[in-house]
């Protein structure tokens, strides 16, 4: 369901009875979206009538699977055998349900997804006892007042906006206003609209609120705090300047991961700190890890190296079972979960969870992130697996060789997508190529780059190499092979030469 108080308020109902709640992407189509609904096991699926089509391209996945479908608001209802919510919940009893005594603090509250190496969403366990930590933690941290106005244009179904904005309102009775999908052209109208005190952001939406033309209602709101991740050191100063922003609660954290960090006194570019002085009293910490692999490097003695201040290197925490902050509650998956445990990392014997993100720690204990490690890139505020994107590929191209990895654009948050396809089995129609993916990936995780080679390089055990590809990127200098870009306009893949490289690079052709 896209954003919208209902949607809030099923999942909190839902949770009153006993029944966990999967918060799924709306992006997610076909395959990605039939087993987002059936790894986890679900008895039905409730969804806003905006998203019917979606459901019904899988409907004969669920119907194997035996689930009910709720729609809320209006429809077609020929479309196919769908229970109106809205029908239902007028001749449902107006009293309150009974609540079931046996939920409790440390039971599971809801789902939520993340990309994973496994090319396919991966159901990230939220307990009751985590959403009400995270959530005040970030208040309490950033010393907020009652009685704020919370405004988010971000998904329910990630957990920035999800857990941490509405749990102000749930847990501590504070207003949040929502929006059904990011507008900058609206966003500073919507927080004089509702009076928003607090605002929400990911790098990618403060390029886009820099971008916009100088207004006056850029500096006639309440706004004095955000609130988010990924606003980076150049953009820093100069967004607080123009918008009259006070104070910037840069934070850094997953759904499912006990690495959680602040940034609580303005210091530019840092996600958070950790003592120096007493590294104990929150045992999180940088390590080394290999480059190529991306494993842990270890000394003799079989324990992680830790990192020196400027050494970047993977982020971890260490997991204290029973702990509601130090615990990790893993994914639906116990494979998915194991992949993210490291052995005798602080001392012999520990475990400690893996974030999947290289940071740098300065001389003071300031964190910044530097990029993420394995099989997945950020692009557009969303988390892209690279296998899921290959598998779609292989699949549209009858099974031939292909990676996919993220590469840099100047002016431009995260990592774009680039796929280097093999052309010894196929013959590429690129007219129809990115229509194609569309029905397999969110327009998000549409590779930007494509370069068509000769062979892709493999390692012994066939895995096919990527480094390489991934440090050349769509460079003309570099890259002999034929390039490829996603024109926007076109929504097709046109060849790409010198120079249209140096528009995008200059920034004249915006992605």
Known sequence: MENKPEFVAL??????????????NTNQRLQALAHSVTVVKSKAIIFGSELLDAVKDVSNTLDRNGLKYYCYGNFDPKSFSVNSLDTLLLHSLPVSPLTISQVNFSDRLFYIYTSGTTGLPKAAIIK?????????????????????????????????????????????????????????????????????????????????LMAQPVQPEQRQHRVSTVIGNGLRPTLWSSFCKRFQIKTVGEFYGSSEGNTNIINTNNTTGAVGFISRIIPSIYPVTLIKVDEATGEPLRNKDGICVKCKPGEPGEFVGKIIKNDPVRNFDGYVNEQATTMKVAKNVFSMGDLAFLS????????????????????????????????????????????????????????????????????????????????????????????IFLRVVNNLDSTGTYKLKKVNLQQEGYDMNRVKDPLYYLDMNTVKYTPLDQDVYEKIISGKIRI
């Open 128 to 208: 009751h006892s985590r959403f009400i930590w995270l959530g005040t933690c970030v208040r309490w941290m950033l010393n907020m007042p009652d009685n704020e106005i919370y405004y988010t244009s971000l998904p329910l179904y990630h957990s920035a906006a999800g857990l941490l904005f509405t749990c102000q309102a749930v847990v501590h009775g504070d207003t949040v206003a929502l929006r059904r999908k990011f507008s900058a052209s609206k966003f500073w109208e919507d927080c004089i609209k509702f009076n928003a005190t607090v605002a929400q952001y990911i790098g990618e939406t403060c390029r886009y």
């Open 11 to 24: 999942w909190l109902g839902l949770s009153k009875i006993g029944i966990v709640a999967a918060l799924i």
């Open 356 to 447: 999947g993100d290289l940071m740098v720690m300065d001389e003071n204990g300031y964190i910044y992130f530097k990029d993420r490690t394995g099989d997945t890139f950020r692009w557009k505020g969303e988390n892209v697996s690279t296998m899921e994107v290959e598998a779609a590929i292989s699949q549209v191209l009858g099974f031939t060789d292909c990676v996919v990895y993220g590469v840099e654009i100047p002016g431009t948050e995260g990592k774009a997508g680039m796929g280097a396809i093999s052309d010894s089995k196929c013959a590429i129609d690129f007219n129809t190529l990115a229509q194609n993916l569309k029905k397999f990936l969110p327009l998000y995780a549409v590779p």
